[in-house]
Nanobody, 120 residues
């Protein structure tokens, strides 16, 4: 098991920025957290993929809705993945979840989530 703890959420005005962090701990991260990703779930909607990153940071994936505005990165020495969010929109309001797994699309460990609210 890999434990994931998100932080950095909050209330921001449209056009503002936030940086989310996800600290991982537990089993060998190079195996169980080869890929780490961010997902979000808005009220009344299904959880959706936001961004993901491979172990070396060379492979990154983004949802079309956040491309050019969000940047995912990771610091393996700190066992932490980040999501830098710029030009936030009200439609970015959601609970953001961190996930980890052996491959992109294979996420077996999830954090508890952090609320991001963007006011218009």
């Amino acid at each position: 098991q890999v434990q994931l703890v998100e932080s950095g959420g909050g209330l921001v005005q449209a056009g503002g920025s936030l940086r989310l962090s996800c600290a991982a701990s537990g089993r060998t991260l190079s195996s169980y957290a080869m890929f780490m990703g961010w997902f979000r779930q808005a009220p009344g909607k299904e959880r959706e993929f936001v961004a993901a990153i491979g172990w070396s940071g060379g492979s990154t994936y983004y949802a079309d809705s956040v491309k050019g505005r969000f940047t995912i990165s990771r610091d393996n020495a700190k066992s932490t993945v980040y999501l830098q969010m710029y030009s936030l929109k009200p439609e970015d309001t959601a609970v953001y979840y961190c996930a980890a797994g052996p491959g992109h699309g294979s996420y077996y460990n999830w954090g508890q989530g952090t609320q991001v609210t963007v006011s218009s």
